[in-house]
């Protein structure tokens, strides 16, 4: 089965077109204040009325209140929302939409407990854990840490770029790979080569 690639922190329209041609499954558009890749909806809406058919837009929330999660779901086409906080499963299912639950790996944390309280999620992002950061941090984790068998595809990310796809890829067998700063010149500004040979690694890897 083809591994997919999910890139977030779009903040630019020309950079998710380019990643669209270049045939990623879907971006990520970081509704966090905090993040230095943090979109506008005025920035969000330009950029997803310019991608192409059949490109997932994915939204990503940090422990953010219902009433601005709401607001944005009826300004922004979103496909897909990532939960990358605290966030408990009731919170996740109040919009009746397809999400992602981001767990931030560390020793002794119970992911497979944690996976089976996301039950219904679409996905379980898995990141690196980081004292006071909600993820975006560009550092790798312990894949060790990844129990062999979990009961939702499991999406990779934390530390991720065109040098290590092939080495995660073997370690993890991910349903998908998820990367920002790895094919980034600056924060929030993708770098279209680093994009394209990120996309070029997983589509060559060969089990």
Known sequence: MRTRVKICGFTRVDDAVAAAKLGVDAIGLVFYSASPRHVSITQAQAIVRALPAFTTVVGLFVDEHETMIRDILAQVPLDCLQFHGDEPPAACRLYGRPYLKALRIKPGMDVAELAASYHDATGLLLDAYHDGAKGGTGQCFDWDLIPAQLPLPVILAGGLEPGNVETALI???????????????????????????????????KI
């Open 171 to 205: 370690a993890v067998r991910p349903y998908a790979l998820d990367v920002s700063s790895g094919v980034e010149s600056a924060k929030g500004v993708k770098d279209p080569a680093k994009m394209a040979a990120f996309i070029t690694a997983v589509n060559n890897f």
